[in-house]
Nanobody, 126 residues
């Protein structure tokens, strides 16, 4: 089980750092892909960042560059200059069996490939 933390309510321009921890089991692979997605009610899941843990390779889609970064070490998501349109529930997801190349190029577009998901943490910007 994955457990997200760090969500909350902030004013526009504020920052939040989201963390994702494994609970109840240990990741059985030293290298694996982790990604963050967000979703608003009735909307599709949108990938915001990914990291290949163990190889310290990260990827942030162009639309989030400059505001969102993801930690190479533990996959924590740092979000700066948050805007009301960033309001959503944020989820972390992991998948050990995916390649580094895929993780840092396509992962944020293919949420269905991820096997393990957290319950999400709400981020509200207003």
């Amino acid at each position: 089980q994955l457990v997200e933390s760090g969500g909350g309510s902030v004013q526009p321009g504020g920052s939040l750092r989201l963390s994702c921890a494994a609970s109840g089991y240990r990741m059985y692979a030293s290298d694996y892909c982790m990604a963050w997605f967000r979703q608003v009610p009735g909307g599709r899941r949108e990938g915001v960042a990914s990291v290949y843990i163990g190889r310290r390779r990260t990827y942030v889609p162009e639309s989030f560059k400059g505001r969102f970064t993801i930690s190479e070490e533990d996959g924590a998501l740092q979000m700066n200059n948050l805007q009301p349109e960033d309001t959503a529930k944020y989820y972390c997801a992991t998948q050990p069996a995916l390649s580094l190349a895929w993780c840092v190029s396509q992962a944020t577009e293919q949420d269905l490939e991820f096997r393990y998901w957290g319950q999400g943490t709400q981020v509200t910007v207003s």
